[in-house]
Protein backbone atom coordinates (compact mmCIF):
# COMPACT_ATOMS: atom_id res chain seq x y z
CA UNK A 1 0.00 0.00 0.00
CA UNK A 2 1.47 3.52 -0.84
CA UNK A 3 1.55 6.07 1.33
CA UNK A 4 1.00 9.93 -0.59
CA UNK A 5 2.55 12.76 1.05
CA UNK A 6 -0.19 15.80 -0.66
CA UNK A 7 0.17 19.63 -0.73
CA UNK A 8 3.76 19.39 0.31
CA UNK A 9 6.33 22.32 -0.15
CA UNK A 10 9.37 19.58 -1.42
CA UNK A 11 12.59 20.92 -0.41
CA UNK A 12 15.40 18.80 -1.67
CA UNK A 13 19.23 19.84 0.12
CA UNK A 14 21.29 17.90 -3.12
CA UNK A 15 20.78 19.41 -5.18
CA UNK A 16 18.76 22.43 -3.67
CA UNK A 17 15.70 22.50 -5.11
CA UNK A 18 12.17 23.50 -4.12
CA UNK A 19 8.73 22.28 -5.92
CA UNK A 20 5.06 22.52 -4.56
CA UNK A 21 3.39 18.91 -5.18
CA UNK A 22 3.37 15.36 -3.61
CA UNK A 23 5.51 12.24 -2.75
CA UNK A 24 4.18 8.59 -3.22
CA UNK A 25 5.81 6.23 -1.01
CA UNK A 26 5.82 2.49 -1.87
CA UNK A 27 7.80 -0.26 -1.17
CA UNK A 28 10.30 1.27 1.19
CA UNK A 29 11.24 3.91 -1.33
CA UNK A 30 10.13 7.44 -3.25
CA UNK A 31 8.04 6.19 -6.10
CA UNK A 32 6.84 9.59 -7.25
CA UNK A 33 7.06 13.58 -6.62
CA UNK A 34 6.23 16.53 -8.06
CA UNK A 35 2.75 18.07 -8.89
CA UNK A 36 1.43 14.99 -11.17
CA UNK A 37 1.44 12.80 -7.37
CA UNK A 38 -2.60 12.29 -6.85
CA UNK A 39 -3.98 9.99 -4.30
CA UNK A 40 -5.74 7.24 -5.55
CA UNK A 41 -8.28 4.74 -3.90
CA UNK A 42 -6.13 2.72 -1.15
CA UNK A 43 -3.75 5.20 -0.66
CA UNK A 44 -3.15 6.39 2.73
CA UNK A 45 -2.79 10.13 2.58
CA UNK A 46 -1.63 13.13 4.64
CA UNK A 47 -2.34 16.51 3.62
CA UNK A 48 1.37 18.37 4.37
CA UNK A 49 -0.91 21.88 4.49
CA UNK A 50 1.74 23.23 2.47
CA UNK A 51 4.31 23.13 4.76
CA UNK A 52 8.10 21.94 3.98
CA UNK A 53 8.92 18.19 2.87
CA UNK A 54 12.42 17.22 3.59
CA UNK A 55 14.68 14.05 3.03
CA UNK A 56 15.76 12.43 6.34
CA UNK A 57 19.01 13.95 7.88
CA UNK A 58 21.91 11.85 8.12
CA UNK A 59 23.87 12.95 11.61
CA UNK A 60 27.71 12.26 9.95
CA UNK A 61 29.67 11.70 13.69
CA UNK A 62 28.28 10.77 16.39
CA UNK A 63 28.63 8.87 19.85
CA UNK A 64 25.47 7.58 21.05
CA UNK A 65 26.92 6.51 24.24
CA UNK A 66 26.97 10.02 25.35
CA UNK A 67 23.18 10.82 25.35
CA UNK A 68 22.78 9.54 28.97
CA UNK A 69 25.71 12.15 30.31
CA UNK A 70 23.01 15.18 29.91
CA UNK A 71 23.29 16.97 33.79
CA UNK A 72 26.09 14.24 34.78
CA UNK A 73 27.98 15.43 37.74
CA UNK A 74 30.98 17.72 36.70
CA UNK A 75 34.56 16.13 37.42
CA UNK A 76 35.85 16.78 40.53
CA UNK A 77 38.89 18.90 39.11
CA UNK A 78 37.28 20.75 36.07
CA UNK A 79 39.25 19.60 33.38
CA UNK A 80 41.98 22.48 31.94
CA UNK A 81 42.55 21.02 28.05
CA UNK A 82 40.94 18.25 25.74
CA UNK A 83 42.95 15.67 27.35
CA UNK A 84 42.00 16.46 30.69
CA UNK A 85 38.46 16.58 29.27
CA UNK A 86 39.03 12.85 28.01
CA UNK A 87 40.54 11.74 31.53
CA UNK A 88 38.18 13.11 33.57
CA UNK A 89 34.77 12.91 31.54
CA UNK A 90 34.72 10.90 28.33
CA UNK A 91 37.31 8.10 29.27
CA UNK A 92 35.74 7.41 32.77
CA UNK A 93 31.93 7.42 31.23
CA UNK A 94 32.59 4.64 28.72
CA UNK A 95 34.40 2.22 31.51
CA UNK A 96 31.39 2.78 33.34
CA UNK A 97 28.85 1.56 30.28
CA UNK A 98 27.63 -2.20 30.84
CA UNK A 99 25.40 -3.47 28.12
CA UNK A 100 22.09 -2.38 29.50
CA UNK A 101 23.26 1.39 29.99
CA UNK A 102 24.51 0.93 26.29
CA UNK A 103 21.68 -0.06 24.59
CA UNK A 104 19.57 2.89 26.36
CA UNK A 105 21.90 5.53 25.50
CA UNK A 106 21.61 4.09 22.05
CA UNK A 107 17.38 4.28 22.56
CA UNK A 108 17.23 7.69 24.39
CA UNK A 109 19.75 8.90 21.45
CA UNK A 110 17.66 7.66 18.50
CA UNK A 111 14.98 8.91 19.39
CA UNK A 112 16.29 12.58 20.29
CA UNK A 113 17.42 12.70 16.75
CA UNK A 114 14.26 11.09 15.10
CA UNK A 115 12.48 14.50 16.66
CA UNK A 116 15.03 16.34 15.07
CA UNK A 117 14.40 14.74 11.64
CA UNK A 118 17.67 13.03 11.88
CA UNK A 119 17.01 8.99 10.67
CA UNK A 120 20.82 8.00 9.74
CA UNK A 121 23.21 8.01 12.55
CA UNK A 122 27.48 7.72 11.62
CA UNK A 123 28.28 6.46 14.99
CA UNK A 124 31.46 5.91 16.93
CA UNK A 125 31.31 3.56 20.13
CA UNK A 126 33.18 3.18 22.89
CA UNK A 127 32.80 1.11 25.96
CA UNK A 128 36.17 -0.98 27.08
CA UNK A 129 34.43 -2.98 30.13
CA UNK A 130 31.35 -4.33 27.53
CA UNK A 131 33.14 -4.98 24.02
CA UNK A 132 32.10 -7.93 22.48
CA UNK A 133 28.52 -7.51 21.63
CA UNK A 134 28.10 -4.03 22.18
CA UNK A 135 27.45 -3.25 18.67
CA UNK A 136 24.41 -5.21 18.93
CA UNK A 137 23.44 -3.06 21.59
CA UNK A 138 23.71 0.04 20.12
CA UNK A 139 21.94 -1.30 16.93
CA UNK A 140 19.18 -2.63 19.11
CA UNK A 141 18.40 0.94 20.48
CA UNK A 142 18.49 2.16 17.59
CA UNK A 143 16.26 -0.32 15.75
CA UNK A 144 14.09 0.12 18.32
CA UNK A 145 13.25 3.83 17.26
CA UNK A 146 13.41 2.94 13.27
CA UNK A 147 16.54 4.70 12.40
CA UNK A 148 19.34 3.43 10.10
CA UNK A 149 22.75 3.39 11.76
CA UNK A 150 26.79 3.30 10.19
CA UNK A 151 28.53 1.48 13.46
CA UNK A 152 31.58 1.31 14.40
CA UNK A 153 33.58 -0.20 18.15
CA UNK A 154 36.61 2.36 18.98
CA UNK A 155 39.66 0.10 18.69
CA UNK A 156 42.11 1.44 20.77
CA UNK A 157 45.58 0.74 22.75
CA UNK A 158 44.62 2.64 26.11
CA UNK A 159 43.33 -0.65 27.62
CA UNK A 160 46.61 -2.60 26.26
CA UNK A 161 46.99 -5.85 24.32
CA UNK A 162 43.39 -7.69 25.05
CA UNK A 163 41.44 -4.30 24.84
CA UNK A 164 42.69 -3.37 21.14
CA UNK A 165 42.23 -7.07 20.07
CA UNK A 166 38.58 -6.48 21.89
CA UNK A 167 38.06 -3.72 19.97
CA UNK A 168 39.42 -5.17 16.58
CA UNK A 169 36.84 -8.34 16.84
CA UNK A 170 34.44 -6.29 17.92
CA UNK A 171 34.34 -4.71 14.39
CA UNK A 172 35.42 -7.87 12.56
CA UNK A 173 31.85 -9.83 14.39
CA UNK A 174 29.95 -6.85 13.49
CA UNK A 175 31.12 -6.30 9.98
CA UNK A 176 30.74 -9.80 8.70
CA UNK A 177 26.80 -9.95 10.24
CA UNK A 178 25.83 -7.08 8.98
CA UNK A 179 27.44 -7.45 5.51
CA UNK A 180 24.62 -10.30 5.35
CA UNK A 181 21.82 -8.99 7.92
CA UNK A 182 22.25 -5.19 7.58
CA UNK A 183 19.62 -4.89 4.75
CA UNK A 184 19.95 -1.53 4.05
CA UNK A 185 19.32 -0.50 7.73
CA UNK A 186 22.48 -1.02 9.37
CA UNK A 187 26.02 -1.06 8.09
CA UNK A 188 29.54 -1.04 9.49
CA UNK A 189 33.19 0.76 9.44
CA UNK A 190 36.19 0.08 10.99
CA UNK A 191 36.68 2.30 14.40
CA UNK A 192 39.18 3.43 15.48
CA UNK A 193 39.84 6.22 18.35
CA UNK A 194 42.70 8.16 17.23
CA UNK A 195 46.71 8.43 16.33
CA UNK A 196 47.90 9.10 19.58
CA UNK A 197 46.19 6.29 21.64
CA UNK A 198 46.36 3.50 19.25
CA UNK A 199 50.33 1.79 18.01
CA UNK A 200 51.15 0.55 14.94
CA UNK A 201 50.14 -2.54 15.32
CA UNK A 202 46.40 -1.23 16.00
CA UNK A 203 45.99 0.74 13.16
CA UNK A 204 48.23 -1.75 10.84
CA UNK A 205 45.17 -4.50 11.95
CA UNK A 206 42.46 -1.68 11.61
CA UNK A 207 43.69 -1.81 8.36
CA UNK A 208 43.48 -5.48 7.76
CA UNK A 209 39.91 -5.18 8.41
CA UNK A 210 39.25 -2.22 5.85
CA UNK A 211 40.77 -4.59 3.19
CA UNK A 212 39.32 -7.55 4.54
CA UNK A 213 35.51 -6.36 5.13
CA UNK A 214 36.05 -3.56 2.25
CA UNK A 215 35.05 -0.79 4.37
CA UNK A 216 36.05 2.64 5.84
CA UNK A 217 37.91 3.21 9.10
CA UNK A 218 35.94 5.74 11.28
CA UNK A 219 38.62 7.89 13.09
CA UNK A 220 39.12 11.24 15.26
CA UNK A 221 42.45 13.08 12.89
CA UNK A 222 43.98 15.83 14.87
CA UNK A 223 40.84 16.91 16.88
CA UNK A 224 43.11 18.77 19.37
CA UNK A 225 47.06 19.66 18.63
CA UNK A 226 47.76 16.71 20.87
CA UNK A 227 47.03 14.57 18.20
CA UNK A 228 49.77 16.07 15.72
CA UNK A 229 52.01 16.71 18.72
CA UNK A 230 52.28 13.11 19.78
CA UNK A 231 52.31 12.20 16.15
CA UNK A 232 55.49 14.17 15.14
CA UNK A 233 57.16 13.30 18.75
CA UNK A 234 56.80 9.50 18.58
CA UNK A 235 56.38 8.61 15.21
CA UNK A 236 58.15 11.94 13.19
CA UNK A 237 55.47 12.45 10.78
CA UNK A 238 52.03 13.95 10.76
CA UNK A 239 49.19 12.23 11.80
CA UNK A 240 47.66 11.82 7.85
CA UNK A 241 51.49 10.65 6.58
CA UNK A 242 50.89 8.02 9.51
CA UNK A 243 47.77 6.84 8.62
CA UNK A 244 48.45 7.32 4.94
CA UNK A 245 51.58 4.61 5.60
CA UNK A 246 48.97 2.11 6.64
CA UNK A 247 46.88 2.37 3.12
CA UNK A 248 43.88 4.82 5.35
CA UNK A 249 43.55 7.56 2.84
CA UNK A 250 40.83 5.64 0.97
CA UNK A 251 37.22 7.12 -0.63
CA UNK A 252 35.57 4.93 1.99
CA UNK A 253 37.65 6.75 5.58
CA UNK A 254 35.72 9.16 7.26
CA UNK A 255 38.03 11.42 9.61
CA UNK A 256 36.74 12.94 12.25
CA UNK A 257 37.54 16.72 12.81
CA UNK A 258 40.43 17.37 11.37
CA UNK A 259 40.73 20.87 13.45
CA UNK A 260 44.89 21.00 13.64
CA UNK A 261 45.77 19.62 10.03
CA UNK A 262 49.16 21.32 8.39
CA UNK A 263 48.12 22.78 5.35
CA UNK A 264 50.17 20.31 2.74
CA UNK A 265 47.80 17.43 4.57
CA UNK A 266 44.10 19.34 3.58
CA UNK A 267 45.46 18.55 -0.01
CA UNK A 268 46.27 15.02 0.77
CA UNK A 269 42.86 14.15 2.19
CA UNK A 270 41.24 15.78 -0.88
CA UNK A 271 43.27 14.03 -3.56
CA UNK A 272 42.02 10.36 -1.42
CA UNK A 273 38.65 11.77 -1.10
CA UNK A 274 38.18 10.96 2.30
CA UNK A 275 35.11 12.49 4.07
CA UNK A 276 35.63 14.75 6.82
CA UNK A 277 33.44 15.20 9.35
CA UNK A 278 33.04 18.72 11.06
CA UNK A 279 31.42 18.79 14.27
CA UNK A 280 31.08 22.51 15.17
CA UNK A 281 29.37 22.57 18.12
CA UNK A 282 32.05 19.82 19.98
CA UNK A 283 34.54 21.84 18.59
CA UNK A 284 33.76 25.00 20.36
CA UNK A 285 32.80 23.18 23.60
CA UNK A 286 36.02 21.29 23.82
CA UNK A 287 38.18 24.82 22.85
CA UNK A 288 40.08 22.43 20.57
CA UNK A 289 39.94 25.29 17.72
CA UNK A 290 37.81 25.44 14.18
CA UNK A 291 38.52 23.08 11.46
CA UNK A 292 39.46 24.99 8.04
CA UNK A 293 36.08 24.93 6.16
CA UNK A 294 36.95 26.98 3.47
CA UNK A 295 39.96 24.71 2.71
CA UNK A 296 37.74 21.40 2.80
CA UNK A 297 35.02 22.62 1.05
CA UNK A 298 33.31 19.75 -0.75
CA UNK A 299 34.77 16.85 1.34
CA UNK A 300 33.26 17.62 4.72
CA UNK A 301 30.06 16.22 6.05
CA UNK A 302 28.25 17.48 9.37
CA UNK A 303 28.21 15.63 12.33
CA UNK A 304 27.16 16.52 16.25
CA UNK A 305 30.28 14.34 17.86
CA UNK A 306 27.41 13.35 20.71
CA UNK A 307 25.71 16.60 21.32
CA UNK A 308 22.38 15.46 20.34
CA UNK A 309 20.89 14.61 16.83
CA UNK A 310 19.74 17.57 15.89
CA UNK A 311 21.19 18.91 12.54
CA UNK A 312 19.49 21.59 11.87
CA UNK A 313 20.89 22.98 14.95
CA UNK A 314 24.21 22.07 14.35
CA UNK A 315 24.12 23.34 10.67
CA UNK A 316 23.16 26.84 12.13
CA UNK A 317 26.61 26.60 14.54
CA UNK A 318 28.61 25.71 11.72
CA UNK A 319 27.48 28.96 9.80
CA UNK A 320 27.70 31.39 12.41
CA UNK A 321 31.25 30.05 13.36
CA UNK A 322 32.24 30.53 10.21
CA UNK A 323 30.93 33.68 10.15
CA UNK A 324 32.76 34.31 13.28
CA UNK A 325 36.12 32.74 11.85
CA UNK A 326 35.87 34.70 8.75
CA UNK A 327 36.17 31.48 6.92
CA UNK A 328 35.86 31.51 3.05
CA UNK A 329 32.72 29.45 2.95
CA UNK A 330 29.15 30.20 1.73
CA UNK A 331 25.42 28.99 3.71
CA UNK A 332 25.47 26.89 0.13
CA UNK A 333 28.76 25.03 1.23
CA UNK A 334 27.65 24.28 5.08
CA UNK A 335 23.74 22.70 3.15
CA UNK A 336 26.19 20.92 1.39
CA UNK A 337 28.03 18.98 4.28
CA UNK A 338 24.10 17.82 4.87
CA UNK A 339 24.23 16.41 1.83
CA UNK A 340 27.29 15.02 2.02
CA UNK A 341 26.96 13.05 5.72
CA UNK A 342 23.61 11.51 3.28
CA UNK A 343 26.05 10.66 0.82
CA UNK A 344 28.63 8.46 3.06
CA UNK A 345 25.91 7.17 4.80
CA UNK A 346 24.56 5.94 1.24
CA UNK A 347 27.43 4.28 0.06
CA UNK A 348 27.60 2.27 3.23
CA UNK A 349 24.35 1.25 3.03
CA UNK A 350 23.50 0.66 -0.24
CA UNK A 351 20.75 2.68 -0.75
CA UNK A 352 20.18 6.36 -1.60
CA UNK A 353 19.65 8.65 1.39
CA UNK A 354 19.07 12.60 1.85
CA UNK A 355 17.21 12.81 -1.62
CA UNK A 356 13.48 13.40 -2.43
CA UNK A 357 14.09 11.56 -5.93
CA UNK A 358 12.25 8.57 -7.13
CA UNK A 359 14.27 5.30 -6.68
CA UNK A 360 15.98 7.08 -3.47
CA UNK A 361 14.83 5.60 0.39
CA UNK A 362 11.91 6.72 1.33
CA UNK A 363 13.03 7.99 4.31
CA UNK A 364 11.21 11.75 4.78
CA UNK A 365 10.65 14.83 7.18
CA UNK A 366 6.96 16.31 6.93
CA UNK A 367 7.27 19.35 9.15
CA UNK A 368 4.59 21.94 9.64
CA UNK A 369 6.84 24.85 8.60
CA UNK A 370 4.75 26.98 6.04
CA UNK A 371 7.02 29.45 5.54
CA UNK A 372 5.84 33.32 6.19
CA UNK A 373 8.21 34.61 3.46
CA UNK A 374 8.88 33.56 -0.42
CA UNK A 375 10.76 29.93 -0.45
CA UNK A 376 12.14 29.04 -3.57
CA UNK A 377 15.10 27.25 -4.91
CA UNK A 378 16.95 30.40 -4.85
CA UNK A 379 16.67 31.07 -1.47
CA UNK A 380 16.07 27.45 -0.36
CA UNK A 381 19.47 27.74 1.90
CA UNK A 382 18.37 30.66 3.67
CA UNK A 383 15.43 28.97 5.03
CA UNK A 384 17.21 25.65 5.92
CA UNK A 385 20.07 27.50 8.14
CA UNK A 386 17.34 29.98 9.65
CA UNK A 387 13.73 28.97 8.98
CA UNK A 388 13.39 25.55 9.76
CA UNK A 389 14.73 24.22 13.30
CA UNK A 390 13.87 21.31 14.98
CA UNK A 391 10.52 22.38 16.77
CA UNK A 392 9.16 21.73 13.19
CA UNK A 393 9.54 18.71 12.46
CA UNK A 394 6.35 16.42 12.63
CA UNK A 395 5.61 13.71 10.98
CA UNK A 396 8.92 10.80 9.95
CA UNK A 397 9.41 8.10 7.91
CA UNK A 398 12.46 5.88 7.54
CA UNK A 399 12.06 3.30 4.19
CA UNK A 400 8.29 4.43 4.23
CA UNK A 401 7.79 3.29 7.31
CA UNK A 402 6.59 6.04 10.10
CA UNK A 403 8.92 6.58 13.00
CA UNK A 404 7.46 9.86 14.34
CA UNK A 405 3.88 10.69 13.69
CA UNK A 406 2.62 14.15 15.50
CA UNK A 407 5.64 14.37 17.05
CA UNK A 408 5.20 11.07 19.12
CA UNK A 409 8.01 8.09 18.18
CA UNK A 410 6.20 4.92 17.42
CA UNK A 411 8.58 2.03 17.92
CA UNK A 412 8.23 2.53 21.98
CA UNK A 413 7.06 4.32 24.73
CA UNK A 414 8.82 7.73 24.64
CA UNK A 415 7.69 7.80 28.17
CA UNK A 416 8.57 4.62 29.87
CA UNK A 417 12.18 4.77 27.66
CA UNK A 418 12.94 8.13 29.84
CA UNK A 419 11.35 6.44 33.15
CA UNK A 420 14.23 3.98 32.76
CA UNK A 421 16.89 5.73 30.82
CA UNK A 422 16.65 8.25 34.46
CA UNK A 423 17.44 5.31 36.50
CA UNK A 424 19.93 3.35 34.03
CA UNK A 425 21.75 6.62 33.62
CA UNK A 426 22.22 7.64 37.90
CA UNK A 427 23.52 3.86 38.12
CA UNK A 428 25.93 4.67 35.54
CA UNK A 429 27.05 8.21 37.05
CA UNK A 430 27.35 6.59 40.15
CA UNK A 431 29.93 3.77 38.70
CA UNK A 432 31.42 6.71 36.74
CA UNK A 433 32.06 7.78 40.18
CA UNK A 434 34.01 5.18 41.03
CA UNK A 435 36.45 4.80 38.25
CA UNK A 436 39.27 6.81 39.35
ZN1 LIG B 1 33.91 12.02 18.14
Redesign the pocket.
Known sequence: MALVLDNALLLDIDPIRVERGGLRLENGMIAARGPDVVPMSGDTVIDCGGAVVMPGLVNG?T?LYSALAVGMPPPREAPRNFMEILQRVWWRLDQALDADSIETSALIGAIAAARCGTTTLID?HASPRTIEGSLDRVESGIARVGLRGVLCYETTDRHGARGREAGLAENDRYLARVQSAGRGQFAGLVGAHASFTMDDAALAASAELCRKHNAGIHI?VAEDPCDEADCRQNHRCSVVERLSRFGLLTPQSIF?HCTNLPTSDISRLQDAGVTVAH?ARSNMNNGVGYAPVGAMNGQMMLGT??IGGDLFAEAKAAWLIARHAHAEVSPGNIVQMLARSARRASESLGVTLGKLEVGAAADVVVTDCVPFTPLTSENAIGHVLFGLHAGHVKHVFVAGRPVLQDRRVTGCDEAEACRTATSVGAALWRRMDAIP
Open positions: HHHHANDG
